[in-house]
C-alpha cells in the first residue's frame, strides 16, 4: 500500500465520519416500505392499498405531540369513511410511558409501537413529531415535520383534500 | 522522513480515527426523552434567570450569551 493512497483512506474515513450519522430521511416521491419488516407491536393493517395513510411519529415527553392528538381524532372523524387510515408510530422506549400518555389522551386512531425504533430510523425523521402523508399507490406525497396548531391541522386538510379527488 | 515512517503514521492515523468514530454519535430526535426533561433546562426558573440577566447587564453591560447547543425536546 502507497503513502497516497494511504493519504486518500485517511481523508475518506473522515469524511465518511462526518456524514455517517445524517441518515437518509424520507422524502417526497419515496414508497412507503412494508411495515411488517419491521416489528410494529400494535394491529398493523393488512393492507394500505388504496388507502391515505398519515403515518405519524410520536413520543410521550414530546409537547406538540400532545397537541397533535386532537387534531388526528378530528381527521379521522371527518376522513375516515373517505379512506383516511392515521398510523400512530410511537416511538417511547419504555412501553408504560406511551400508555400513560394514551390514558391522558384518547386516540381514536391506529396506534403503533415502534419498541426498536426501526421504522423511525427508516423514516430518518430530524424532528418529533414528524409525520408522512401516503396516497392511495404507497407513494409519500407531503411530509411534516413538527406539529403547529391549526396551521398543521389545516395542511392536513388541503392535502387529504387533493388527494381524495384524485 | 524515511518512507517507512511516513507511512506508518499514515497507517496508524487511520487506525486511531477510524477507531475513535465508533465513538461519535448524535442523539436521534426520538432519543431525546431525558433531555426533554424540565429538569434538563438551563432555564429552570424563568423568574430567577431574568433577575440573574437584569443584575448582569446592569454590571456587566452585555447580555445573553448563554445557550447551549443540542439541548431539550428538540420538538418542532
Known sequence: MNTSLLKKLLMATLIAGTYVTALAAMKVGDSLPDLTGFKLEGNVPDSLKGKIVI????????GPCRESFPAMNDLQKKYGGQGLVILAVNEDEVASDMQDFLKENKATFTVLRDAKQNLVGA???QTMPSSLVIDGTGTV?????GFYGDKTRKEYETQIESLLKK | MPHRLKKFILLAGLVVIAGMQTGCDTVKPWQRKTLADPTMSGDLIPLQSAFNDHIYFSREMASGGKGVGGGGCGCN
Request: glycine share 6%; proline share 0%; hydrophobic share 60%.
Open chain 1, 123 to 125: 423514516a430518518g425523521i
Open chain 1, 55 to 62: 403515518l405519524d411519529f410520536w413520543a410521550s415527553w414530546c
Open chain 1, 141 to 145: 406525497r407531503f411530509v411534516h415535520a
